[in-house]
């Protein structure tokens, strides 16, 4: 399973890209789980909608983890990443997802070209 970094067209005729390795052959399919997103929030009626049921790539967040600034949330023990593909929803700062049974709670994000990379902590 890899993740492209960046892709350039050479002038020999071929493309070149840069990659991470996240996991080794043997583990791929052991990185996706279930994920259930919270709907909006109602602040009149103080509910959300519906939720959304997606599934997705769950990574130690170290292997994606990006800091580029000052006011970027730091990686605190225990955070994680999650790939969904983009057009399956819209990730919200603050929204809830249920992700494999557990509950956590959407820190950042970043768009990808098909995906979302969110960064979430236990809520």
Known sequence: FLHIR???FANEGY?????DEI????TQTSCEVAVVLSGAFDPKTQ???????????LLDMYKLYNFNTQADPRNQAGDMTLIVAKASTTPIPGQLLEVAGEEWRNIKFTEYHDAWNIQIRRS
């Open 6 to 8: 960046t892709v350039q």
């Open 15 to 19: 493309w070149i890209a840069t990659a």
């Open 47 to 57: 509910s959300y909608g519906a939720d959304t049921v997606t599934t997705g790539i």
């Open 23 to 26: 996991a080794a052959a043997p």
